[in-house]
């Protein structure tokens, strides 16, 4: 059978699609307007399409900019401050003396913020310049305590602790090469290396782990199989477990039709499945049904 709306769930595309609204109105999602919403959706024509539709904005993980300044918060209150103490020899009394060292770029704290950005790759991403000058603004960070990748070397001996900024580990692949490309294991010998990534796919934590036993990996918040559209059913890996009604081939296929008639990649190379989209970004993990153009084609975020 070709994919389909069940028939128990003929009404489903309705109540998703005034949920979802009733989110923007309330300023829930921030970012994204109901023009564009609407935008996005006339992209979806046949019932089965409206159908597909609603599961992608069902299963979206969205972290809008006031979502991801609370995971900065949540970084630095209740993650960092034991590596900062047992690694950094940094005796600070509270949480204000903390902060205050942050604003204050003259006190020199041990302590360098890194911006994880695609600088050495082909294509550049975007991501790690836009977290990093986030991380700045929300948390009130001096200037001083930033510091580029490729300024590494020149750090003075007193910096016990470097911390990666990132907003999401896919694969693992990306921060693998990055910390090939600026020979982080060496800084390791001397200092204490963190990577914060906002949002963790499970298989690339265990990717990074595997591959850089010396790192220290602090996520906020981790995905696993459940976050990926194309799963299968845990009794019957066959049956698309979102809806327990469709089969995966089915799915996959509806999928590939439609964005081969509207000129868009079904897939992408560093594709996982997953529906995850910040205010500032869509990372390339991502269905590329969400973010990606064509003349035939209307996204529903930014890449």
Known sequence: MAFHVPTDQPGFFQDV???????????????????????????????????????????????????????????????????????????FADLETLYEALSNGTAKPPIRFVAVDGAFEKTPGKSGAVMIR???RHLNVAKPLLCRPERLEELPEDVKVLIFIDDLVGSGQQFNSFASHYKLEEHAKKRCLVYCPLLAFDQGLRNLKKALPWLQILAV???????QFFRGSAT???????????????????????????????????????????????????????????????PLFER
């Open 236 to 298: 019957a890996p066959h049956i698309w477990g979102v809806d327990q009604a469709n089969t995966v081939h089915d799915v996959q296929d509806h999928v590939a039709k439609l964005c081969t008639r509207n000129g868009i990649p079904a897939s992408t190379r560093h594709c996982l499945d997953l529906l995850v989209a910040f205010e500032h970004a869509v990372p390339n993990n991502s269905l590329p049904m969400l973010s990606i153009r064509s003349a035939q084609w209307e």
């Open 221 to 227: 918040e981790t995905l696993d199989r459940s976050h």
């Open 17 to 91: 699609d005034l949920r979802f609204r009733l989110l923007l109105r309330k300023g829930i999602i921030t970012g994204i307007d109901p023009i564009r919403l609407n935008n996005w959706l006339a992209n979806f024509v046949s019932p089965e399409d409206k159908y597909l539709a609603a599961h992608l904005l069902n299963g979206l993980t969205y972290r809008s900019d006031a979502m991801v300044k609370s995971s900065f918060q949540h970084l630095m209150e209740c993650e960092l401050p034991h590596v900062l103490r047992e690694h950094g020899g940094w005796s």
């Open 134 to 136: 986030q991380f700045k």
